[in-house]
C-alpha cells in the first residue's frame, strides 16, 4: 500500500505559476514512476506529466515548456512546477503511482483570466 497527499493549489491569475507536491508514504520501495494528473469539471481525468526513478520525465504536450515534474527521494516526495498558468489550466490535480490505483485526495488549481 502507498499513500499520496497533494498540496500546494490555489487560485492564481493566468501567467502565474505554483508548485505542487505530492508526499509518498507506505511501500514506496516499489515505486519506479510517479505521474501527475488533472480532472477539470465535467472532463475525464487527463495525464499531464510521469518521471521515473532516474529522474526521466515526459509531459503532456498542453503542458510542455510550461509545467517542470521533480523529484526529491530523500524526501519522497514529487513536485510539479506550473508556469505561465492559462484558465484551461484549471482542474483538479492529482498525483498516482504510475501504473497503478494508488492517488491522492488531489488538490485545486483555479486560474483565473
Known amino acids: 500500500q502507498v499513500q499520496l497527499v497533494e498540496s500546494g493549489g490555489g487560485l492564481v491569475q493566468a501567467g502565474g505559476s505554483l508548485r505542487l507536491s505530492c508526499v509518498a508514504s507506505g511501500s514506496i520501495f516499489s515505486i519506479d514512476a510517479m505521474g501527475w494528473y488533472r480532472q477539470a469539471p465535467g472532463k475525464q481525468r487527463k495525464f499531464v506529466a510521469r518521471?521515473?526513478?532516474?529522474?526521466?520525465?515526459i509531459y503532456a504536450d498542453s503542458v510542455k515548456g510550461r509545467f517542470i515534474m521533480s523529484r526529491d527521494s530523500a524526501k519522497n516526495t514529487v513536485y510539479l512546477q506550473m508556469n505561465n498558468l492559462k484558465p484551461e489550466d484549471t482542474a483538479v490535480y492529482y498525483c498516482?503511482?504510475?501504473?497503478?490505483?494508488?492517488w491522492g485526495q488531489g488538490t485545486q488549481v483555479t486560474v483565473s483570466s
Open positions: 518521471i521515473t526513478r532516474d529522474s526521466s520525465t
Open positions: 498516482n503511482v504510475f501504473g497503478t490505483a494508488f
